[in-house]
């Protein structure tokens, strides 16, 4: 069993300063970054990162199998499977923006909370990087006591960009 079991990853968005610590260890990693920075008409420069969730969005739209659930409870993507398919479901299906299209034979990647640096006892890379602490690696059960107020703001601002709202002009 993992030290690391119903472990995910937590920013608050009320804390990070926007550097890219995050982005560049993974690319560095991983050749291609697995938690992006986003950079929103209005200025706002923040981390958009798969959330493994209970109940993932992602896993149910991916026809291929493709998306697994490991023991400690992280949204892996299996390459193999993911290969060749064409409709990237999975992609338009979540909610946080957190796959990426990679260009190549597998058509998009997502973080894996660092499953090889797991295995090896190390936390995620991206955490370890942050130089203001905005990026946690909790239990499931303490994300609900880490969201103040001022991360709601910040996570909506996040999410509005991620996800806007359409309006419509009224015609005269």
Known sequence: MSNFEGMTLFVDYNKCIGCESCEAVCKFLYSHPRIVMMRSSTGIVRPLYCMHCDSAFCMKACKQGALTRDADGAVLLDPMRCRGCTSMNCLIACPYAAFFSTGKGVRVDKC??????????????CMEMCPCGAIRYVKREELATLKTPEWEEAYRQVLEFVRPTVTTKKES
């Open 112 to 125: 894996d909370l660092c499953k090889a640096r797991r295995k090896k006892n190390m936390p995620p890379a």
